[in-house]
């Protein structure tokens, strides 16, 4: 079983509506949840991270963690077709990052 | 801010060669550097950790004598692969942190695409 789960998509939606991401994980251990962003070919960006149980807005994003379940979310209100890209869950400990396989989203005009 | 780059970003070599690929932090110091690799359609997966003047620390199933990293300075790490093979073919992606506090942000380079023929 692998440490991070994450469904690979691809998710599609239409132009403005809600986009939905989730991750697993099985590691206690984990401290911070980061959510990064993979455009093709590209790096991945970092688009907000959360430290403890609950909920963090930023813009259109809202991230939430409930470590009793070992559950993570990403929440994209008003999607854009600039939001096309793989998201990345990816929890961290120490200083080491373990990225989900991401989920790759289409938002179409 | 916190910008890293790479160089090359896509580079082909024959089958036996080397390759170096250069990670930089722009406007920060980087203490800490991660290399990843990347295989199509599958993500991230640590390679190594270094640390700017030590010895790098390698995750299992890594082989450090085909994975020679160097941090000689607070912000460059090279990362060469030796005696490549076309297995090693892959998007190499490294990352910088400013500081090796457990909440520090790893910012990432835009990756090296490697094609070994």
């Known amino acids: 079983q692998k440490e991070v789960e994450q469904d690979p998509g691809p998710l599609s939606v239409p132009e403005g509506a809600i986009v939905s991401l989730n991750c697993t994980y099985s590691?206690?251990?984990?401290?911070?949840f980061m959510w990064y962003r993979q455009y093709s070919r590209k790096g991945p960006e970092l688009l907000m991270y959360?430290?403890?149980?609950g909920n963090k807005e930023d813009g259109r994003f809202t991230a939430q963690v409930d470590k009793s379940s070992k559950y993570i979310s990403l929440f994209i209100r008003d999607s854009q077709p600039s939001d096309s890209a793989t998201y990345l869950c990816?929890?961290?400990?120490?200083?080491?990052?373990?990225f989900g396989g991401g989920t790759r989203v289409l938002v179409k005009p | 801010g916190a910008v890293v780059s790479q160089h090359p970003s896509w580079v082909i070599c024959k089958s036996g060669t080397s390759v170096k690929i250069e990670c930089r932090s722009l406007d920060f110091q980087a203490t800490t550097m991660f290399w990843y690799r990347q295989f199509p359609k599958q993500s991230l997966m640590l390679m190594a950790t270094s640390n700017e003047g030590s010895k790098a620390t390698y995750e299992q199933g890594v082989e450090k004598d085909k994975f020679l990293i160097n941090h000689a300075s607070l912000t460059l790490s090279t990362l060469t692969v030796t005696s490549a093979h076309p297995e090693d073919s892959s998007f190499y992606i490294c990352?910088?942190?400013?500081?090796?506090?457990?909440?520090?942000?790893?910012?990432f380079g835009p990756g090296t695409r490697l094609t070994v023929l």
């Open positions: 590691n206690s251990a984990f401290q911070y």
């Open positions: 959360t430290y403890s149980s």
């Open positions: 990352s910088a942190q400013a500081s090796s506090g457990v909440s520090d942000t790893q910012y």
């Open positions: 990816a929890p961290q400990t120490g200083n080491k990052l373990t």
